[in-house]
DNA sequence: AGGAGATATAAATCTCATCTATGACCAATA
DNA sequence: TATTGGTCATAGATGAGATTTATATCTCCT
């Protein structure tokens, strides 16, 4: 049955106008064309389809019986290609993102506000997780892209290096004197440190750096949260290891203030994953190009 | 938006099959081709709708949301397609007919039966009515055929003579007097006489008869349907105008004779009726094929 | 390293959908 | 009754584009 489905659409036409002329314009073609058309469906299926009279067509008992369905059908295309032409000029669709929590809250937001502006039909699903938790979510297709603390070393994966990060220590009032004073690692060692939970990427870095001292970092707490290191650290809890970037409002208002180092702490980047070699949902190259 | 319907198809045998070489094999195609319209579609929409792998393809989220649209439609297509077979085949549809009672009971039957005996599937509706009604059902569409008795003139229809009918007069026992003796139209005139009501064929015709000898039938009863007729035949109230082939029982069992005249009744045909430059449904050509 | 599978690309081919031109038919006018 | 304006059908010419063949590229698996 090797049935050209563009006869379905001409007889879908030449049905609903019941005429083969009409039919030909709401198509662009030409009447003959259409007439042609309509025939060659008639043939292959072996039925006439349409009574004609000299003003019009009108379906007979069968052609009545195979519009049922293929008005139904036609409508489905309709349907799609409308939906197609919203998901392309982003009036639908999702952008699923994964991300760690603080990344969303302190980087992503104005972004996600923006684009939300901008696109109010797409519909956005924030997925919170650990480094490696986004990459498998991303490999899975649950999400769209990654929002990750660099390095991030994948094959499979394509990586932006987007915003930069510069982590530090702060302290509340409670250590007032170390205001303006430059600590040595050992000194600051001294002091109760609080450091993000174990199986983050900000600590893992911290502690490989002090290592590279010949220093062993341990906290005094490990909090769970971004807005718990700096809770405890204001509360004067001890010494929090936090993004600066993060804290800004706090060390504006001065409820936190820097402690300065004698050695520099490695600035760490944000890093966009996508998978590579596969194409971007359009919500995404939206949201890509939003973050440019 | 010349969208060509036909690449729909493709997409959904890619998707289905989840790879092009496969929809390809489906399809009576080549891989390229195949290849090629999935990508014609992309452009036209705008979208990406596979992610491309060394194994296949997978259907991107938009390709998914397309997908979902158009399976429905294929699906129907399809069942369009199948529908369209059956009725061809008359393992589906229906036929219907008009007609008057006693031409469906004395006349169609065994055809009614030989046809549902062969086309099981297709449903019979059998609407009884005078001749004029007849041929505005037909007109209407209502109906695919009519069955009545000749002479139609109508310049609508098309008319096809089949069965001889040949009238005459009846009675029973309590006229066995008459039995073997042949009477003048004058002399008939001396009983009582039962016709079929005014608005009949047969009535009009046996009236007509009886002016152009110069005589005016009165009936003494006037009944509703030919098994009336035959009833009030037989229990001697008088003698009636019937159509041989429909009291053949009776004549055999001897509960009705013929009356014979000095002058001969014309004999009447069933013709079978539809309409003209209209194309007959499937099963209405199959059936009027068996009666020839 | 090589083979077997997948899809993509390019250029040549040829089908067949479409067009123009015309005919035939019908209905409603003048 | 002839005319006009609408319908669909038919025939032949044409050209766009679907399809094919041949080849490249890539990935996975042995």
Chains 1, 2 share one sequence.
């Not at 139904?72 to 032409?85: C, G, H, R, V």
């Not at 892209?145 to 009032?173: H, K, T, Y």
Request: proline residues 3%; neutral net charge; charged residues 20%.
């Amino acid at each position: 049955m090797t049935n050209n489905y563009e006869l379905y659409k001409v007889f879908y036409w030449a049905a609903k106008t019941g005429s083969l002329s009409q039919a030909a314009k709401a198509l662009y073609l030409t009447q003959p064309s259409v007439s042609h058309a309509i025939k060659q469906l008639e043939d292959r299926l072996g039925l006439t389809l349409f009574y004609r009279t000299s003003k019009g067509v009108a379906l007979t008992q069968e052609g009545a019986v195979l519009y049922s369905y293929i008005e139904q059908s036609q409508i489905l295309i309709t349907l799609a290609e409308e939906k197609m032409t919203a998901l392309k000029n982003l009036d639908s669709g999702e952008l699923r993102i994964g991300g760690s929590d603080s990344l969303f809250k302190h980087y992503l937001l104005p972004y996600l506000e923006q684009f939300h502006e901008r696109y109010p039909g797409v519909k956005l699903h924030l997925n919170h997780g650990t480094t490696p938790e986004i990459i498998t979510f991303l490999k899975e297709g649950r999400i769209d892209l990654g929002v990750i603390r660099m390095p991030i070393v994948d094959a499979q994966l394509q990586v932006r290096e987007s915003f930069q990060l510069q982590d530090c220590f702060v302290a509340g009032s409670r250590y007032g004197e170390l205001k303006g004073k430059v600590l040595s690692l050992a000194e600051l060692l001294q002091y109760p440190i609080i450091l993000f939970s174990r199986n983050s990427r900000a600590r893992m870095g911290i502690t490989e750096l002090f290592q590279s001292y010949g220093h062993s970092i341990k906290p005094e707490i490990e909090v769970g949260s971004v807005d718990l290191l700096t809770e405890f650290a204001k509360r004067g809890l001890g010494i929090s290891y936090v993004t600066r970037q993060f804290v800004s409002k706090e060390l504006e208002e001065g409820s936190l203030f820097e402690i300065q180092l004698d050695v520099t702490l490695p600035p760490a980047h944000v890093g966009i994953l996508t998978m590579k070699n596969m194409p971007l949902s359009t919500a995404a190259r939206g949201f890509m190009e939003l973050i440019r």
